[in-house]
């Protein structure tokens, strides 16, 4: 990213992790760009993802939110956790937050 190191306080992004080629890569540069204690949201649409999977997409990938919610802990961030909203039985969505250390390591 064109980003100076500790430059950024939050990001959010939706539906575009399982597009990543190298996601702890990604990961890590996300981390890096951050400042101490910045906050990452990752959102996705439940119905639109299962349907997606069960026709078919994403069969060479791997896009459950615990193979993301591992590589965001592997590249370092902290209290990465996963939070389901529901609109109502047919509208679930999901959130994925994650924050940088408060501390450069």
């Known amino acids: 990213m064109?980003?100076?190191?500790?430059?950024i306080d939050k990001t959010f992004h939706c539906h575009c992790y399982y597009h990543w080629p190298d996601r702890q890569k990604y990961c890590k540069e996300i981390l890096?760009?951050?400042?101490?204690?910045?906050l990452t949201v990752t959102s996705q649409?439940?119905?639109?993802?299962?349907?997606?999977?069960?026709?078919g997409f994403f069969r060479h990938e791997q896009v459950h939110q615990e193979v993301y919610m591992?590589?965001?802990r592997k590249a370092g961030f902290l209290?990465?956790?996963l939070?389901?909203?529901n609109k109502d039985s047919q509208k679930?969505?999901?959130?994925i937050q994650a924050s940088a250390p408060q501390s450069s390591a």
């Open 2 to 7: 064109p980003f100076d190191t500790n430059y």
């Open 32 to 38: 890096r760009v951050f400042k101490p204690g910045g």
């Open 45 to 55: 649409a439940a119905f639109n993802y299962q349907l997606s999977v069960g026709n």
């Open 70 to 72: 591992e590589d965001l």
């Open 79 to 81: 209290n990465v956790q």
């Open 83 to 85: 939070e389901e909203i």
């Open 92 to 95: 679930i969505y999901w959130a």
